[in-house]
């Protein structure tokens, strides 16, 4: 075989090589573009979320700078979208005052909820003699005299986007609920019994229906 045909042998396989390389990449490209038009058109919108409800059974500021809480709280969580489900992969809940954290973070098992369904869950958290700033300190002794403190309900984690069989990378969630509690003489609570650690030493239960804000 000549020099002249090897390089037309070459040359041909060259061609051949270019065409499908190319034909490949156009394919992906059509793919993406599909996903991106359905995810255009559908606008995923994000969850919302409602604190039902929030039971104390310790509020209990006590020296050097220390506090013991323990909550129960009822979240409501509801996909909004028609056509596209939500997967919660990680959830951790936990309660701040005044921007600092004063409970431990409790899981919430990972679940998928599908198109307009409804999640309610009821994580239990708390805090045994949890270091509470200086700056804060003060003012809480001063809210466990009064009966009322001001607490956010915080849910962290990630979820992920399911439309038809494409599933969505992992976007980090954040969930604020505000909850106003008013402790003396059980204030705006339902009493639940004689077991609780703090003004009053019962187990009070609230009923907030608060909407949480919601970002992604």
Same mark, same amino acid.
């Given at each position: 075989?000549?020099?002249? *045909?090897?390089?037309?042998?070459? !040359? $041909?396989?060259?061609? &051949?090589?270019?065409?499908?390389?190319?034909?490949?990449?156009?394919? %992906?490209?059509?793919?993406? %573009?599909?996903?991106?038009?359905?995810?255009?058109?559908?606008?995923?919108?994000?969850? #919302?979320?409602? &604190?039902?409800?929030?039971?104390?059974?310790?509020? =209990?500021?006590?020296?050097?700078? &220390?506090?013991?809480?323990?909550?129960?709280?009822?979240?409501?969580? $509801? =996909?909004?979208?028609?056509?596209?489900?939500?997967?919660?992969?990680? %959830?951790?809940?936990?309660? #701040?005052?005044?921007?600092?954290?004063?409970?431990?973070?409790?899981?919430?098992?990972?679940?998928?909820? !599908?198109?307009? *369904?409804?999640?309610?869950?009821?994580?239990?958290?708390?805090?045994? *003699?949890?270091?509470?700033?200086? /700056?804060? /300190?003060?003012?809480?002794?001063?809210?466990?005299?009064?009966?009322?403190?001001?607490? #956010?309900?915080?849910?962290? !984690?990630?979820?992920?986007?399911?439309?038809?069989?494409?599933?969505? !990378?992992?976007?980090? &969630?954040?969930?604020?609920?505000?909850?106003?509690?008013?402790?003396?003489?059980?204030?705006?609570?339902?009493?639940?019994?004689? =077991?609780?650690?703090?003004?009053?030493?019962?187990?009070?239960?609230?009923?907030?229906?608060?909407?949480?804000?919601?970002? %992604?």
């Amino acid at each position: 075989m000549s020099v002249k *045909e090897c390089d037309h042998h070459r !040359g $041909r396989k060259r061609i &051949l090589f270019q065409r499908i390389f190319w034909g490949i990449i156009v394919f %992906l490209f059509l793919v993406l %573009l599909t996903i991106l038009l359905i995810w255009a058109i559908l606008r995923p919108t994000k969850p #919302t979320f409602i &604190l039902s409800d929030i039971t104390v059974s310790a509020f =209990n500021v006590t020296q050097p700078n &220390l506090l013991t809480t323990n909550f129960q709280v009822t979240i409501m969580s $509801r =996909n909004p979208n028609d056509h596209i489900g939500v997967y919660y992969d990680r %959830l951790d809940t936990y309660v #701040t005052y005044r921007s600092q954290q004063i409970t431990y973070r409790t899981s919430i098992p990972p679940s998928y909820q !599908g198109h307009k *369904e409804v999640d309610v869950w009821s994580p239990a958290v708390y805090g045994t *003699e949890v270091p509470v700033a200086p /700056f804060n /300190f003060q003012t809480l002794s001063q809210d466990q005299s009064n009966g009322n403190f001001f607490v #956010t309900v915080k849910v962290d !984690g990630r979820v992920r986007w399911k439309v038809g069989t494409f599933i969505s !990378g992992r976007y980090h &969630l954040y969930v604020r609920c505000p909850a106003y509690i008013s402790v003396r003489n059980d204030g705006n609570g339902v009493s639940m019994g004689a =077991n609780g650690v703090y003004i009053g030493a019962n187990v009070v239960k609230y009923q907030m229906d608060q909407r949480c804000s919601v970002s %992604l």
